[in-house]
């Protein structure tokens, strides 16, 4: 699969190497403004990832000063463009943002972002939703809804709460409030905030070893994680038994367990 089923789109440069993933939102010009079709094609990525063995990690960054700037609602809204009939963002919404966030929560293998200067909007809900994000101490964490006048999506509403609490979500969502990089990680908001120039050598570290880790047993914690935030205590130990049965058949945990048997650290290969 890793051979056919990635292709940059413009505005999106994909590569595969090390088992991981590499997603860059590429335009510059625009702070990485995600249109249809780098959302498509982020989609389709992410969705694949899910099922190829060969892909341990996915790691998303941006070009140039800007992680993303939102969504390109300015080119989606632009003269001479037909206006849409009654329905078209609830027809359009699931089959874009609202289906990006759930993959980046829900895919099987750790999802890494490197952040610096903008990160607002979807770009600030694919922060959250990834598994780890390290951002530079000045990168600027906004949500821009509440002063354009419309209601958030893309999970913000969902994510924040569950991230820094409701409190601070609401400075986030009803008060507009600007976080930097560093304010961001003292909130939970972000795995670590780094001196600017050290955000690719600690995102690349981050992922690197994530990649090497076993992949069964961090794909099936990270389930665990994140359909336990809506189950009760009993169904989700349920789910603990079950993840617990098939990582423990794993080629990885018998690595493991040898490993600690001969007091050497293991070699995973995912398996």
């Known amino acids: 699969m890793t051979e056919t089923a990635y292709r940059s789109v413009d505005g999106l440069a994909i590569e595969v190497h090390d088992a991981v993933l590499w997603l860059r939102l590429d335009r510059p010009a625009f702070r990485n403004a995600i249109d249809d079709t780098m959302m498509a094609g982020l989609i389709d990525a992410v969705d694949a990832s899910g099922r190829d063995e060969d892909i341990r990690a996915i790691h998303i960054t941006g070009s140039g000063d800007h992680f993303c700037g939102g969504a390109d609602i300015v080119a989606r809204n632009a003269g001479g463009h037909r206006r849409p009939r009654v329905g078209a963002i609830q027809r359009r919404l699931p089959a874009q943002a609202h289906r990006l966030v759930p993959l980046l929560c829900s895919v099987q293998v750790p999802v890494v972002c490197a952040v610096r200067g903008w990160a607002a909007g979807i770009g600030l809900q694919i922060a959250v939703a990834a598994d780890f994000t390290v951002a530079a101490e000045d990168a600027r964490f906004w949500e821009p809804f509440s002063a354009r006048g419309f209601t958030p999506d893309s999970g ?13 979500a609401r400075e986030l969502l009803l008060l507009g409030r600007e976080l930097s990089g560093t304010e961001a990680a003292s909130w939970g908001l972000v795995h670590r905030a780094v001196a600017p120039p050290e955000v690719d050598r ?3 570290e981050l992922v690197s070893s994530l990649a090497s880790g076993p992949t069964v047993s961090l794909g099936l914690t990270k389930w665990l994680m994140h359909a336990g935030a809506s189950l009760p205590l009993e169904n989700h130990l349920h789910n603990e038994a079950f993840a617990m049965e098939l990582s423990s058949r794993s080629e990885d945990f018998r690595e493991g367990l040898g490993a600690f048997k001969e007091r050497r650290s293991p070699d995973f290969k995912g398996r």
Do not use: F, I, N
């Not at 913000?156 to 601070?168: D, I, N």
């Open 202 to 204: 600690h995102s690349r």
């Open 156 to 168: 913000a509403t969902w994510l924040l709460p569950r991230a820094v609490g409701m409190a601070r």
